[in-house]
Nanobody, 124 residues
């Protein structure tokens, strides 16, 4: 059974930083791509960032490029999303997802397992 658990969300002021983490178990973590998505109130869930199995390749939504960094530690079965220069429009529930393949993609349907999400709130 696969478990995906996010942590590290919280509240921060505009311009601040947060790091969210995601631990996955029940899957051979070092062989799968991972993704982060977010859903703001009343809006659809959108792609934020993804990373391939080794961490050698990453992709980002245009809205977070240059501010967010995705990384992974395969020894700890954990993926991270470092968020800097946060803006109020970054406020959302952030979801981590596991893809049953090594290469990264942006499409949500390509991800098989999802966490419950962690709230990130940025105040102005």
């Amino acid at each position: 059974q696969v478990h995906v658990v996010e942590s590290g969300g919280g509240s921060v002021q505009t311009g601040g930083s947060l790091r969210v983490s995601c631990a996955a178990s029940g899957v051979t973590f070092s062989t799968v791509a991972m993704g982060w998505f977010r859903q703001a109130p009343g809006r659809e869930r959108l792609f934020v960032a993804a990373i391939n199995w080794s961490g050698s390749t990453a992709d980002y939504a245009d809205s977070v490029k240059g501010r967010f960094t995705i990384s992974r530690d395969n020894a700890k079965n954990t993926v991270y999303l470092q968020m800097n220069s946060l803006k109020p429009e970054d406020t959302a529930v952030y979801y981590c997802a596991v893809r049953r393949a090594a290469t990264l993609v942006q499409h949500q349907n390509a991800y098989r397992y999802w966490g419950q999400g962690t709230q990130v709130t940025v105040s102005s």
